[in-house]
């Protein structure tokens, strides 16, 4: 056992567990941050994906001990008060779920990808996205999301870099 | 029985409310809906008793039964104009809480934020057998619509006798009672104020024709889509309660196992409760962790089974339904002319043999629930398709009264059939009564792939007989094991012989979205191909010259005109169809696929379905399920199987175990036949039957090699 710091979202928190215990155990069992999904435990299904350091990481299979220090955002950490994130109102806008279970991750995963790529091919988006699993079958749907949320976050990045 | 009613609380179902007590329960006295529910109208909606007996599943009686089973929804509005449903149905991303509150609003004219759908609470909502089988656009949908037609009757009613005119001269609109004449209008909360109107929906009640839809018939986005893309829901997995501990289960190492011997001393002085009940051994701890660590440190000895392979299957389910007599009733067999004369006398005839593996749903939600005892009263908060049935199940287990027992589902993960048992719920009832606190139970994706049921593997035999032109003379169909749904061919053949053949499954196999009949479709709908084939006839026009249904022949041309049917094609291209009737809905579903020579890569490029279910409800939904069915039959036609040996599975892991991916995706195009003149189906099976016989034919079409096994190229073609 030891005490972990761990910064996610806005806030800092103090763990008392074993390093080794997974970053997803700690989001879900210790401080209830439960947007984030368990789908396999071995990185496969991408459910559980969340941002360290800005990168897409599968929080199943990250121990807690080798983030603390490092920022952390989760899907409860990308609204900005009631104004969605772009890739959530994207979401929303092309209907790209049914049951939702994958959304978190899918959504996680779009994030980073638009950070570093803010106009993907669709080739791009589904290589990007191929670690993350819909049981549902929304892929295309998906796919078009990603394509909307770039297209409404490019005046925000014009914005921001002719500041 | 006496009414428990607790009226000190508010109600707030939806949000499943885990710190409240469950204090509700409704008795047969109408009245007391009022008690709870505040004033208001609540109209019911009464089965007709055919219909009772056809959903409460076979008549067997149901002990502790709160609501009369005649009941199978109610709404209600308040003197605040707020608007809740009550059904027994439950939401997994089929997205009928959408549908259903559209069907509200429409016969209602309010806006569909302010309904509140109140789904698959044992407590609060009338009981269902369970959301399978298409069920809920056919039969709650028009049930809902009638009950909020009601009370529209209801509060035109209301509004003629206080403006003292005639009622058929006021209309409902947006959430108020107009009269056009006078340009009076009262909104539907100032009518209710102080009334305990209840009302049964009248046999007779008109309803909106499809025609005339405004609310219903549009897309409509899933209604609560906020709460998803923030993780704000909380889907079972995510449930706690205070106190609350968590358990796991101690596996057999293989099906059929016994336990001889079990040490829990270790687990017990790591401070863990431990239950060994028979087989059952499981533990509850303070984390995850802590209770895999407890079960880690318990020795068991075990009687193993030998039990079969995959590699042995086909041949025992075939042995298998030879020694066993055939127990299959009058009702998986079908009879008509002479098929052994009309063989005989046939100038070509074909035989064949198809097969599907044992395939896996995996919902990317396991199976969890949390468990709470509050003396001998028990709350399970769990992700199934049957509340109800696992209520049941509960009360069994534990040897208590249905009474005594509350199921909840919050809105899974989703289930494709998979989620209709109720393990997770009496494990986690089982340790938290051992516990006395509140546990949960979350299967991790291995158990989920052992410990659950698989879709019936199967093998299928089919005869056929028919004329140099093209007329099919004779058709015999044996399906050994994999179901009989969609075992009857819809193509017109004079002599017929359609059996199923009951055997005794090696794996515990169940229920599995559009069930057998995506295995019979393919075997049908290949071996239509192979008989056009042998005959040299175009593969469409041999399916119409044998096929009278307008509206499956109506789908098949649909799709045929998007695709481009009979246009040329490259190397290494091919095309191909399937199609058919189940769930009352009709399908044509046509594939391009392209084949690598030399690797033997099976790419499918292209897919087009078309599809009637009568009047739609949602378009955007419907083309969700639509596209959503043909992604997720990709694994079941090309690559998903089952391995087992002795009782155990040999790719149970998401490393193992390939399920579909961004990278599988085709592009995908639908057409909707919108027949408003025709009652709403649903549509969350029937779209998955086309896609394996069409990527079948047409990998036929590209390459000449015919594969009549589901998955058709686990390894690519060449390997396969």
Redesign the interface.
């Known amino acids: 056992m030891s005490t972990i710091q761990l910064a996610i979202n806005t806030k800092s928190y103090s763990v008392d567990t074993?390093p080794q215990?997974s970053l997803l155990?700690v989001l879900?069992?210790y401080l209830?941050?439960?947007?984030?999904?368990?789908?396999?435990?071995?990185g496969?299904?991408g459910?559980c994906t969340v941002l360290i350091d800005g990168k897409a990481q599968r929080s199943c299979i990250t121990r807690v001990g080798s983030v603390s220090g490092k920022q952390i955002t989760?899907?409860?950490g990308i609204?900005k008060g009631d104004r969605?994130h772009p890739v959530?109102?994207a979401?929303?806008?092309e209907?790209a779920?049914?049951?939702?279970?994958?959304?978190?991750g899918m959504?996680m995963s779009a994030v980073a990808l638009l950070q570093k790529n803010t106009e993907p091919h669709e080739k791009e988006?589904?290589?990007f996205?191929?670690?993350?699993?819909?049981?549902?079958?929304?892929?295309?749907?998906?796919?078009r999301a990603i394509q909307r949320a770039a297209k409404a976050q490019a005046p925000a990045l014009a914005k921001g870099a002719s500041r | 029985m006496s009414a428990k009613t607790n009226t000190g609380l508010p109600l707030e179902p939806e949000r499943y409310e885990l710190r409240a007590a469950a204090p509700y329960r409704f008795d047969l006295d109408r009245r007391d809906f009022f008690k709870f529910l505040g004033a208001g109208v609540v109209v019911v909606s009464v089965l007709k008793p055919a219909i009772v007996a056809q959903e409460s599943g076979g008549g067997r009686q149901r002990r502790g039964e709160s609501l009369p089973q005649q009941i199978d929804a109610w709404l209600h509005i308040g003197e605040n104009g707020k608007v809740t449903a009550y059904t027994g149905k439950v939401e997994m991303g089929q997205n009928i809480r959408t549908s259903l509150s559209q069907a509200v609003a429409e016969e209602l004219h309010v806006p569909m934020d302010i309904i509140e759908m109140v789904m698959g609470d044992t407590q609060l909502t009338p009981f269902d057998m369970g959301t399978f089988g298409s069920r809920t656009t056919p039969t709650m949908n028009p049930q809902l619509r009638k009950a909020a037609a009601a009370v529209r009757e209801i509060l035109i009613g209301l509004a003629a006798s206080q403006w003292k005119t005639d009622r058929q001269q006021l209309v409902a609109s947006d959430g108020k009672i107009v009269d056009p004449k006078s340009n009076r209008s009262i909104e539907y909360a100032a009518l209710l104020k102080g009334q305990q109107i209840t009302q049964d929906i009248a046999a007779d009640q008109l309803l909106i024709p499809a025609t005339h839809w405004k609310v219903a018939g549009q897309p409509a986005l899933k209604i609560d889509g906020r709460d998803f893309v923030t993780g704000k829901h909380r889907y079972p997995s995510d449930q706690k309660l205070p106190n609350m501990l968590y358990g796991k289960v101690l596996r057999p190492p293989a099906f059929n196992a016994t336990l001889l011997s079990a040490d829990t001393k270790m687990a017990e002085q790591m401070g863990a409760t431990v239950v060994q009940d028979g087989n059952f051994v499981g533990v509850a701890a303070s984390s995850t962790q802590a209770a895999e660590a407890a079960i880690a440190a318990i020795h068991t000895e075990w009687k193993p089974e030998p039990q079969i392979s995959n590699k042995e299957l086909f041949d025992f389910l075939r042995k298998d339904a030879a020694d066993g007599k055939d127990p299959s009733g009058d009702g998986d067999r079908f009879e008509t002319g002479s098929v052994d004369q009309a063989l005989s006398s046939a100038d070509h005839r074909l035989q064949q043999t198809y097969t599907v593996s044992y395939i896996a749903h995996v919902p990317l939600e396991p199976r969890a629930a949390l468990a709470n005892w509050e003396g001998d009263q028990l709350t399970v908060w769990t992700g199934t398709q049957r509340p109800f049935g696992v209520r049941g199940q509960l009360a069994e287990a534990f040897r208590i009264s249905e009474e005594k027992v509350r199921v909840l589902m919050p809105d899974t993960g989703s289930g494709y059939g998979g989620k209709h048992t109720g393990e997770t719920a009496i494990e986690a009832a089982r340790l938290a009564r051992a516990a006395k606190r509140p546990v949960k139970v979350v299967w991790t994706r291995e158990e989920e792939f052992s410990w659950a049921y698989f879709r019936p593997a199967g093998v299928i035999d089919v005869m056929s007989g028919v004329r140099s032109d093209g007329t099919i003379t004779a058709w015999e169909f044996h399906n050994y094991n994999s179901g009989s749904a969609g075992i009857r061919t819809y193509y017109e053949v004079p002599n017929q012989r359609i059996m199923f053949h009951e055997v005794h499954s090696p794996l515990r196999q169940g229920s599995y979205r559009a069930l057998a009949a995506t295995a019979n479709h393919f075997a049908r709908e290949s071996h239509m191909d192979e008989i056009a084939h042998a005959l040299k006839m175009d593969s469409l026009d041999f399916r119409l010259k044998n096929l009278k249904n307008e509206r499956l022949r109506a789908v098949f041309e649909a799709a045929a005109k998007q695709f481009g049917w009979g246009k040329t094609k490259a190397p290494g291209q091919g095309y191909g169809m399937g199609g058919g009737y189940e769930k009352l809905g009709n399908l044509a579903t046509f594939a391009e696929v392209s084949v690598d020579s030399k690797s033997g890569d099976v790419k499918v490029v292209r897919v087009i379905s078309a599809f009637e279910c009568g009047a739609i409800v949602n378009p955007d939904n419907l083309r969700n399920q639509i596209e959503g069915s043909n992604v997720q039959g990709l694994g079941g036609a090309l690559f998903e199987a089952i391995e087992f040996e002795n009782g155990k599975i040999l790719n149970g892991r998401l490393s193992q175990y390939r399920v579909p991916r961004f990278s599988d995706l085709p592009t995908l195009e639908t057409v909707l036949l919108d027949r408003k003149d025709i009652p709403s189906v649903g549509a969350g099976e029937c779209p998955m039957i086309g896609l394996a016989p069409a990527i079948a034919n047409a990998i036929f079409d590209a390459t000449g090699t015919r594969l009549r096994a589901l998955p058709l190229v686990p390894n690519g073609l060449k390997a396969s």
Do not use: H, P
């Open positions: 074993d215990t155990t879900r069992e209830d941050l439960t947007g984030s999904k368990y789908g396999c435990g071995e496969q299904c459910a989760t899907i409860e609204a969605l959530q109102q979401f929303l806008d209907g779920m049914q049951c939702a279970y994958c959304t978190s959504i988006i589904i290589d996205m191929d670690g993350n699993i819909c049981r549902c079958g929304t892929y295309s749907r998906i796919v």
